[in-house]
T-cell receptor, first 112, second 115 residues
């Protein structure tokens, strides 16, 4: 019963490099979300997806790209990493738009 | 703009003290309300939620919250905290009849319980 997993758990990269963070859920939830957590800001929504091949921007989408070719996977790509993208990234999923979101363990990303 | 405010950023309590964490939101319409907890080094876990019905909601680990519509508030309470309650607490809201599931989070409150 894996639930929702994220990989890698920790990542250090350099400015300008492309980075992909993976998210996988085993519940067949339709909705998936990416958040970033920064001190003083709580969690902010980056992108969300209502189903495979349906994605939309959240509060802070600039510099990020998502895709969702399969229901269970929702990768987040930083096309050209910047230091301001140093953060902890959480993936979440839910069965409906108003229901409880279940969170993954997070990925701590450091951009040097 | 839709927003969620948590007024207590850092709370320090002794074991057995009572806890109340404030949460206010900016919108006057339909809301779905959540409290999540993040223990040190762990992911977010749901403490409790309110969608409709009895405005006093009971969650896990002895926590409860009260929805007061007139005050746009959803404060979290626990009558007697334990050292193991040391964590960060987040209030979160889905506004209106959202078909997107966009959760708006408060800034979080760090609770430190001294043994």
């Amino acid at each position: 019963d894996a639930g929702i997993t994220q990989s890698p758990r920790y990542k250090i990269t350099e400015t300008g490099r492309q980075v992909t963070l993976m998210c996988h859920q085993t519940w067949s939830h339709s909705y998936m979300f990416w958040y970033r957590q920064d001190l003083g800001h709580g969690l902010r929504l980056i992108y969300y997806s209502a189903a495979a091949d349906i994605t939309d921007k959240g509060e802070v989408p600039d510099g990020y790209v998502v895709s969702r070719s399969k229901t269970e996977n929702f990768p987040l790509t930083l096309e050209s990493a910047t230091r301001s993208q140093t953060s902890v990234y959480f993936c979440a999923s839910s069965s409906s738009p108003t229901d409880t979101q279940y969170f993954g363990p997070g990925t701590r990303l450091t951009v040097l | 703009a839709q927003s969620v405010s948590q007024h207590n950023h850092h709370v320090i309590l002794s074991e057995a003290a009572s806890l109340e964490l404030g949460c206010n939101y900016s919108y006057g319409g339909t809301v779905n309300l959540f409290w999540y907890v993040q223990y040190p080094g762990q992911h977010l876990q749901l403490l409790l939620k309110y969608f409709s019905g009895d405005p006093l909601v009971k969650g896990i680990k002895g926590f409860e919250a009260e929805f007061i519509k007139s005050k746009f508030s959803f404060n979290l309470r626990k009558p007697s905290v334990q050292w193991s309650d040391t964590a960060e607490y987040f209030c979160a809201v889905i506004f209106g009849s959202s078909n997107t599931g966009k959760l708006i989070f408060g800034q979080g409150t760090t609770l430190q319980v001294k043994p």
